[in-house]
């Protein structure tokens, strides 16, 4: 995955990229040593970076009460 990340995605594009990783693992609680949390942040770097679908929105009004 990261071969084609570099291969095909700007630096600013990246850079926007860690700001909504960071949103996300924030928001949800994600421990990325977690296999499922892992899981989900690949599922969104396919889906955004390198595919056409849309970013996992974040409903702030649930922050703190998602649990992984």
């Given at each position: 995955?990261g ?29 990325p040593r977690d ?12 889906k955004v ?6 970013a ?6 649930q ?6």
């Amino acid at each position: 995955m990261g071969e084609r990340i570099q291969a095909s995605i700007c630096t600013d594009c990246w850079k926007d990229w860690l700001e909504h990783q960071t949103l996300l693992i924030n928001h949800y609680g994600l421990d990325p040593r977690d296999k499922k949390s892992r899981s989900f942040l690949y599922e969104q770097i396919e889906k955004v970076l390198l595919g056409e679908g849309d970013a996992e929105q974040v409903d702030t009004s649930q922050e703190g009460s998602i649990q992984w």
